[in-house]
């Protein structure tokens, strides 16, 4: 079974420091130096980089990435079989895309939880592909791994869903009108397969045409409007038509029911990647009922849905670390319903970014070792 | 028709100073009493905006609460914050509250969470309902919805009653998931046994405020459990499909839409406005937006409600 992760990582203090021109203290310069002799990796470059009191664009760039090197070393260094960098190069999922989209505008920042909060844009005029936003990123990361890669790209609908409207339900303002519903529901269709055709597929190609084999779509906001989950199927598809390469969809922290029966039309879907940990029982054992956060998978069976799972076997949200034989448990009890252990691929739930860089490499670690546990009891 | 107000509903945007703050305050960088300085000049702020408004009952706007569930914590020991929840067709999550035992009030934290109790004035309260909390929770004891609503009934007769003798004068019960989930006859019945006996033991004015489709079926239970007033999601109700209410109950007409960025123009809401008062025929009317505005920025939700306050002029002055 092959181990990948999800997307992000958390960025240390001096990626994050040198973006933002502040000054690098002595311990993040220690933390840089610390993990690089934990990962192997040569830090001189890096740490004279951080010394300077003023840096230039193209050293600040270097800063950038070398820490895509970081990233893709911890998880190497951890034993994910897929890798990629840990969206060390970008700000966050939908920031980074927006903001190098044409017909969108950023307004204030809106709450997600807790203290935590997201720019929303908002899309003022028709969606137009402006530059290949992930394709430097990736020429770079392909050049440092001999590993296979997997490419996380947000996708139509989550960029839809994120953003506010005012170009294509500029005129659908009725109050307490069937009418006025109905106008705003097929104003965003229209929006979601426009930003599906003119953003994210050029955006796709463009990756596909430098060598990208896999390409993951994190589509985390799917299954938040029930009724729109055919709006979805149609953007994925209207995402990757034509296309040559391997495409699989990252969906989480939402009701997997409300995808079924409409992914029986998604074309070109090699694996869906779905979070179930946060939702499983911390208890070992591989039957139903301990197992109570992946029962949906036999919707996957029962539907007879083609692709492969990305097994969510670790918890974003938390700093528990999961023993080895939970994560065994958790991949045994999938294989057991899928029928297959080819169609597993074990992962965390999500992208790691909201844990510190110990406990991400940690429960890296532990997917690993928990796969290679359940490997040996599947002989 | 003069019976028309203007009244905010649920979680108010959190101003940039004060997301300042508090993300400041996560990373160590000021402390609890800085963080609750800048609190109390945004709680100040928004009740003077709303003042500015000629808003009557005034909402704190409920900055300080994570989520609707959160503070329910702090009052009852046995509600704890569970996992990330995507809230509905937002892009926001609340905390699935986890219920660990029998549910019991304590009330020595509210003045934490209820700026008016400290403040002079007249305050409304948005509280979710027992059924919404009831179907969302991870339930580990009582294992009935039935039961738990029930239970969390309790806990919020003990509240509101505290809260009336402190200048609280109305109470919203927001529950999104009737119109998002939908309720069988069944369910509906219960919600109306369950308003109707929070209603009985604090005699307050009780709102019912749903969110996303509002149905025939549970307007007319909520018109049987003798609430106040009910609250309706205009963006994704017809109006012609409600039952009139004769005047007899009041209507919180969810008119401005707390998903969207664009600003619903005056001439828009005075259309609306008039249509609602002709078809529905409520007691009072009160405008808001249809779900917390805490979806929008804050400097939008200023802009939307300041039209809607327009519109309720030209309204009541016939123009």
Redesign the interface.
């Known amino acids: 079974m092959l181990t990948h992760e999800i997307g992000s990582l958390a960025k240390p203090e001096w990626r994050v420091k040198s973006a933002r021109g502040l000054p690098i203290t002595q311990q993040n310069i220690d933390e840089a130096v610390s993990w690089g002799k934990r990962l192997g990796i040569d830090t001189d470059n890096l740490v004279s980089l951080l010394k300077k009191s003023k840096r230039t664009a193209e050293e600040n760039k270097e800063i950038h990435r070398l820490s895509s090197f970081f990233g893709l070393r911890l998880m190497e260094h951890a034993g994910i079989d897929i890798v990629y960098d840990g969206e060390q190069q970008r700000t966050e999922m939908y920031h980074q895309a927006v903001s190098q989209t044409g017909g969108f505008e950023f307004?204030?920042?809106?709450?997600?939880?807790?203290?935590k909060?997201?720019r929303?844009g908002?899309c003022v005029d028709k969606p137009k592909f402006t530059k290949a936003y992930h394709l430097e990123e990736f020429k770079q990361i392909s050049k440092m791994t001999r590993r296979p890669l997997k490419v996380p790209i947000t996708g139509a609908y989550t960029i839809g869903?994120?953003s506010?409207?005012?170009y294509y339900?500029?005129r659908t303002?009725?109050?307490?009108?069937?009418a006025?519903?109905s106008a705003?529901k097929a104003a965003r269709r229209k929006f979601v397969l426009d930003v599906a055709r003119y953003v994210i597929k050029p955006n796709i190609q463009a990756l596909v045409k430098a060598g990208a084999a896999w390409i993951q779509i994190d589509e985390p906001?799917v299954t938040?409007?029930p009724d729109e989950v055919p709006i979805f199927v149609e953007s994925f598809n209207a995402s990757t038509e034509g296309l040559r390469g391997t495409f699989s969809v990252h969906i989480c922290?939402?009701d997997y029911a409300n995808l079924f029966p409409h992914i029986t039309k998604l074309k070109n879907c090699s694996q869906y990647a779905l979070e179930f940990a946060?939702?499983d029982s911390r208890n070992l054992g591989t039957r139903d009922s301990d197992r109570p956060g992946y029962q949906v998978l036999k919707l996957f069976k029962k539907y007879k849905i083609p692709g492969a799972i990305g097994l969510g076997v670790t918890d974003i949200?938390t700093d528990f670390l999961e023993p080895v034989e939970l994560v065994r448990d958790r991949i045994l009890y999938a294989v057991k319903v899928m029928g297959d252990h080819r169609l597993i691929f074990p992962t965390p739930d999500c992208g790691l970014r909201t844990r510190s860089l110990d406990i991400a490499y940690e429960k890296l670690k532990r997917t690993v070792i928990g796969t290679r546990l359940a490997e040996a009891k599947l002989v | 028709m003069n019976n028309i107000f203007l009244e905010l509903s649920g979680i108010y945007p959190r101003s940039e100073a004060l997301i300042a703050a508090t993300r400041d305050y996560d990373r160590k960088r000021i402390s609890l009493s800085q963080l609750q300085a800048t609190l109390k000049q945004q709680q100040d702020s928004l009740c003077q905006f709303q003042k500015k408004l000629g808003i009557k009952v005034l909402a704190d706007g409920q900055l300080n609460w994570q989520d609707i569930f959160r503070p329910f914590g702090v009052f009852c020991r046995e509600i704890e914050p569970g996992t990330l929840t995507r809230f509905a067709d937002t892009n926001t999550f609340f905390r699935q509250p986890v219920i660990t035992g029998r549910l019991s009030f304590d009330g020595s934290r509210l003045a934490e969470y209820f700026y008016g109790l400290a403040a002079k004035g007249n305050y409304k309260a948005t509280l979710p309902a027992p059924f919404f909390l009831a179907r969302v929770a991870d339930d580990q004891y009582y294992h009935l919805v039935n039961k738990l609503a029930l239970a969390f009934t309790e806990v919020l007769i003990s509240l509101i009653n505290k809260l009336k003798q402190h200048g609280y004068s109305s109470f919203q019960l927001y529950d999104p998931c009737l119109g998002y989930l939908g309720a069988n006859k069944k369910e509906l019945e219960i919600i109306r046994t369950i308003t109707k006996m929070l209603i009985a033991r604090t005699k307050a004015k009780i709102y019912y405020q749903t969110s996303f489709s509002a149905s025939q079926a549970a307007v007319k239970a909520l018109i049987g459990a003798g609430v106040q007033g009910i609250g309706i999601d205009f963006f994704n109700t017809d109006i012609k499909k409600l039952p009139n209410f004769q005047g007899k109950i009041d209507l919180l007409a969810g008119c401005l839409d707390s998903r969207s960025s664009l600003v619903e123009d005056v001439s828009t809401l005075v259309k609306f406005l008039r249509e609602a008062i002709k078809i529905i025929k409520p007691r009072r009317l009160i405008a808001t937006s249809n779900i917390d505005l805490q979806f929008v920025p804050q400097n939008i939700a200023q802009k939307k409600l300041t039209n809607l306050r327009q519109a309720i002029e030209l309204v009541k002055n016939k123009i």
């Open positions: 307004y204030g920042h809106v709450r997600s939880f807790d203290n909060y997201y929303k908002a869903d994120w506010y409207d005012e339900s500029q303002f009725d109050i307490g009108t069937s006025g519903r705003r906001a938040s409007h922290f939402s946060n939702r949200h």
